[in-house]
C-alpha cells in the first residue's frame, strides 16, 4: 500500500491526503511518534518516513468551503495526545487561545440509558434548527440502538450505518425461532416464543391465533414442563381442553413433521434442512386471507432475509452433512452476520455512524459516544498464538496499532464545528473509566490553568432527567376495599387464617376476587412441590399402616417417595439434593414411629375436620385438613403439623399471628375432625423436616393446648366480627412487623415486595 501511494504522489497530477496531520510535528515528537502505534499521528509519520517527506513539507487543502477545524482547537487535540514520553512539554506551552474550547461540550451521565437520552436531546434539537445536519459517531452498537429508540419518541427514525443485524429482524427472528423450537422438542418457552411472533398465524386470523395460543398456555404450558414433542403437549390436556386445542395441534404437528424429522436425524443434508424449514416457517406465517411467504418476505427485512435463504440454499451443496439439532446454532450465526439497512425513510439530517463511515463525512454537531476505556477505545485483547516479539519479527503491526486508528478517529471528531463528548459513569451496575483521551485532555487543561468543568453541559442531563418527570406527583392511598357483607367469605381454612391477620388484602383478592397468580412457565419445582411430595408420602405411609411399623417400612416409604417425586425425579437439582434429603427424612420418621407407636392408640393422617360458630352476620365455618393427630392410649390427643419451611416462634402464636395448630386443637376439643370425636387436647407440635443438619426435630408449644385453642378461636371470632362490620375494610399489611413472607398480591396492593422467597411448604 505505501509504494503504491509513493507511486500515486509522484505522478504528475497525483494527490495523496493525509486526514487531520499535525504539521507541526517537531523532530523531537516524531520520533516518539514512530515509537509509539497508539498515537493517531503514527500511520501517517510512518508512512511519511517511507516516502520521506517531512510533515511540514506537506500543503494544505485548498479551501473549498467544507468545514475547518478552529487551529486553536487541532493545537489543543494534538497537544492533548501528543506520545506520553513528552508531556513535560506541557509545562512550557504557551497560552492557548481562548476559542479553543468554543463549541465543545463534555457530559459525564449516570448510565447508558441516560446517555442515550441525552444524545438523543443533542440531535432532536438540531432538527429545529433548518439546514443543520449532526451526528452520533461511537462504536458500542448498543448505545447505537438505544439513542435509535430514544429518538422515536418524537417520530424520528434516524439513519444508522451499521444497520441492524437480520437476526434482530422479525423475519430474521421468525426464522430462528421456528427452527429452535423444534430443536427444543416443542419445550414451553420455545414453544410460545415462536407461536407469538408477529408473523405466526397458523393459517387463521392473527388476532384470533393469538387468542388460541393464550389459552393453550394457560392449559398446557404453564408449571412444569410437559413431556416433549406434540404428543407429550397433548398428554398434558384433559379431555375437554384436548377437543379444543387438538385440532389445531396436529395442524402443528402436519407443518412441522418435515423439520421435526430431520432435526431428530444424526446426519441429513444442508439444503434438505433448508427446504423443510422453509416450507414450515411459511406455513406457519400463512393467515387466513394471506399467504406465508407473503408475510413472512415483505418488506426491506422480508427482501433481505429471503436474499440470504436463496444464497444459502445455493451454497448448501458444498456444505458436509450436519446432526439435524446443529441446525439452529448454524443458521442464528449466519443470521447475525447479515446486516439490513432500509433503503428510505429516514431522517435527511441526522445520522448514526460508526468510526470507519464517519471517516469521510461531515455535520454541523458530532456527539462522540461511549468514550470510555473498553469501548472507546477498545481493549487490546492478548493473542494466543503470537508474541509481542514475534509479531515484530513477523513485520506485522503491534496490537496497539488498533488504538493509534481510534484515537486518530477521536482527534478527527474534535474538527466538527460543535462537539459533544459522553460517556456512562457506570455500565451494568459497575463503575468505568473515562476513556485515555478525556483524561489525557483533563490533565492538559489542567496544567494551563482551566478547569475542565468549565466544557462539562449539565443543563442536558438536567433536561434528561425530567423529560419522563411528571409535572406533579400525586400520591394515591392503598386500597382498602369494603365488599358488602354477602359477599365476604362464610368459611375459611386454618392454614388462611394466618394469611387473613398478617394481610387481609390477599384474601380479599383471593377469596372475593377470586383472583389466583398464574404458574410459572416451564417451572422448576419449588419448595411448595417439595413440602407437597413429603406431605403425601407421610401421609400414604400412614394411611397404609395405621398402627404396626413392619419391619421393612422403610423400603416402603422409600418406594411410595418415589412414585410422589415421580418423574421429577429426573430433574437434576430434584434428583441430586430433595430426594437425598428425603431418604434421610424417611429412615428418621420410621425410627420415631417405631419409638411413639407402643403408647398410641390411633393416628389419623390427613384427617378433615370443622367447626361452626356464630358471628355477626351468621354462621361462620372453619375448616381443617390436620397433617396428624394421634389418639394415645390415655385417650388425649395430640395435634401435628408437619412442617419442610420455617417454624412460627412462640411470640407469632401466642398473639395470634401463626394460629393453625390451636385453631386445629380447637376442632379437636371440640369433636370437628371426622372419626377422632370428643378428647382433650394434651399435645401441640411442630415437626421440622428438613432433611438437613439437624435431619428433623419436633419442637413442642410450650402453652397449655386447651388454653391456647381457646385463645386462638376467641381471636378468630373477634376477626369475623370485626370484618362482619361493612365498614372494615380489607387492609393490605397492616402491621409491617408481622407480614406474611411472601404474597401473590403485593403488586396489587400497589406495596413494595416484603420478601423475595417463596412458599416454604405446603398446606
Not at 33 to 62: F, I, K, N, T, Y
Not at 67 to 93: F, G, I, Q, Y
Not at 190 to 216: I, Q
Request: charged residues 25%.
Amino acid at each position: 500500500t505505501a509504494a503504491l501511494i509513493a507511486v500515486i504522489a509522484d505522478l504528475p497530477a497525483g494527490r495523496v491526503v493525509l486526514p487531520g496531520l499535525d504539521r507541526a510535528l517537531d523532530d523531537e515528537t516524531r520520533t516518539a511518534v514512530l515509537e509509539d502505534p497508539a498515537h493517531p499521528q503514527h500511520g501517517l509519520c510512518v508512512l511519511l518516513r517511507r516516502l520521506a517527506v517531512s510533515p511540514s513539507d506537506v500543503q494544505l487543502w485548498p479551501d473549498q468551503g467544507l468545514p475547518s477545524t478552529p487551529p486553536a482547537r487541532a493545537s489543543l487535540v494534538n497537544e492533548a495526545l501528543r506520545p506520553a514520553a513528552t508531556t513535560e512539554k506541557w509545562r512550557a506551552l504557551p497560552p492557548i487561545a481562548g476559542d479553543a474550547l468554543d463549541g465543545v461540550q463534555r457530559i459525564d451521565c449516570v448510565g447508558p440509558q441516560e446517555e442515550a437520552g441525552v444524545i438523543a436531546l443533542l440531535l432532536r434539537a438540531i432538527v429545529e434548527q433548518p439546514g443543520k445536519r449532526a451526528s452520533l459517531i461511537t462504536p458500542d452498537r448498543g448505545l447505537a440502538r438505544r439513542v435509535a429508540a430514544e429518538l422515536k419518541r418524537w417520530d424520528i427514525d434516524v439513519d444508522d450505518s451499521a444497520g441492524q443485524p437480520l437476526d434482530r429482524t422479525p423475519p430474521g427472528t421468525f426464522l430462528r425461532l421456528t427452527a429452535e423450537m423444534l430443536a427444543e422438542e416443542f419445550a414451553p418457552v420455545p414453544l410460545l416464543a415462536a407461536l407469538k411472533h408477529p408473523l405466526a398465524a397458523g393459517g387463521l386470523d392473527v388476532a384470533a391465533f393469538r387468542a388460541w395460543v393464550r389459552r393453550f398456555e394457560m392449559a398446557a404450558l404453564r408449571g412444569p414442563r410437559p413431556a416433549p414433542g406434540i404428543v407429550g403437549l397433548k398428554s398434558a390436556l384433559s379431555d375437554k381442553e384436548a377437543a379444543e386445542f387438538g385440532d389445531r395441534l396436529g395442524h402443528l404437528a402436519d407443518l412441522a413433521a418435515p423439520l421435526d424429522r430431520l432435526i431428530a436425524l444424526p446426519q441429513c443434508q444442508l439444503g434438505d434442512l433448508i427446504d423443510a424449514h422453509v416450507g414450515f416457517a411459511e406455513g406457519l406465517a400463512a393467515s387466513d386471507g394471506e399467504s406465508g411467504a407473503a408475510r413472512l418476505w415483505a418488506g426491506d427485512a422480508g427482501e433481505a432475509a429471503a436474499t440470504f435463504i436463496a444464497n444459502l440454499r445455493q451454497a448448501a451443496s458444498g456444505f458436509a452433512p450436519l446432526p439435524g439439532d446443529r441446525y439452529p446454532a448454524l443458521l442464528g450465526g449466519l443470521l447475525s452476520m447479515q446486516v439490513v439497512r432500509p433503503r428510505y425513510g429516514r431522517h435527511p439530517r441526522l445520522a448514526i455512524w460508526g468510526p470507519l463511515e464517519a471517516r469521510l463525512q461531515h455535520a454541523d454537531l458530532l456527539v462522540l459516544g461511549g468514550l470510555n476505556e473498553g469501548t472507546w477505545p477498545a481493549e487490546v485483547a492478548a493473542d494466543p498464538w503470537l508474541s509481542r516479539p514475534m509479531r515484530r519479527d513477523f513485520g506485522l503491526p503491534a496490537p496497539e496499532r488498533r488504538i493509534g486508528l481510534a484515537a486518530h478517529d477521536f482527534a478527527q471528531g474534535m474538527g466538527a464545528p460543535e462537539v459533544v463528548l459522553t460517556r456512562a459513569l457506570r455500565v451494568e451496575g459497575t463503575p468505568t473509566v473515562p476513556s485515555r483521551w478525556l483524561l489525557r485532555l483533563d490533565g492538559l487543561l489542567r496544567s494551563i490553568g482551566i478547569d475542565p468543568a468549565r466544557i462539562h453541559g449539565g443543563r442536558w442531563l438536567d433536561w434528561q432527567a425530567k423529560l419522563d418527570r411528571p409535572a406533579a406527583v400525586r400520591p394515591i392511598a392503598p386500597p382498602m376495599p369494603c365488599p358488602p357483607i354477602d359477599k365476604r367469605p362464610r368459611t375459611i381454612r386454618v392454614t388462611e387464617v394466618e394469611l387473613w391477620r398478617r394481610d387481609p388484602y390477599a384474601i380479599y383478592a383471593r377469596r372475593i376476587l377470586r383472583l389466583k397468580s398464574l404458574d410459572p412457565i416451564d417451572a422448576e419445582p419449588s419448595a411448595a412441590d417439595r413440602g407437597i411430595w413429603i406431605h403425601r408420602a407421610l401421609e400414604r405411609f400412614v394411611q397404609k399402616f395405621p398402627q404396626d411399623v413392619p419391619a421393612d417400612a422403610l423400603e416402603c416409604l422409600l418406594a411410595i417417595g418415589r412414585q410422589e417425586f415421580g418423574p421429577q425425579m429426573n430433574r437434576p437439582a430434584v434428583g441430586a439434593f430433595w430426594w437425598p434429603r428425603f431418604e434421610r427424612i424417611a429412615r428418621w420418621f420410621v425410627d420415631n414411629e417405631r419409638e411413639r407407636r407402643p403408647s398410641l392408640g390411633v393416628i389419623f393422617a390427613e384427617v378433615k375436620g370443622r367447626l361452626e360458630f356464630a358471628g355477626p352476620a351468621g354462621a361462620f365455618t372453619l375448616t381443617a385438613t390436620a397433617d396428624r393427630v394421634e389418639c394415645g392410649k390415655d385417650g388425649r390427643l395430640a395435634v401435628i403439623d408437619y412442617k419442610t419451611g420455617a417454624l412460627p416462634n412462640a411470640r407469632e402464636i401466642e398473639f395470634g399471628f401463626a394460629p393453625q395448630l390451636p385453631l386445629e386443637a380447637a376442632i379437636a376439643a371440640a369433636g370437628g375432625f371426622a372419626g377422632v370425636g370428643h378428647a382433650e387436647v394434651a399435645a401441640l407440635q411442630f415437626w421440622r423436616l428438613s432433611g438437613g443438619n439437624p435431619v428433623a426435630e419436633i419442637k413442642e408449644v410450650k402453652a397449655d393446648p386447651m388454653e391456647s385453642a381457646a385463645a386462638a378461636l376467641a381471636g378468630l371470632q373477634r376477626l369475623v366480627a370485626a370484618f362482619d362490620s361493612p365498614d372494615t375494610a380489607y387492609q393490605s399489611v397492616p402491621d409491617p412487623e408481622f407480614a406474611p413472607r411472601f404474597s401473590d398480591y403485593a403488586h396489587l396492593a400497589r406495596v413494595m415486595e416484603w420478601s423475595a422467597g417463596g412458599p416454604g411448604e405446603a398446606e
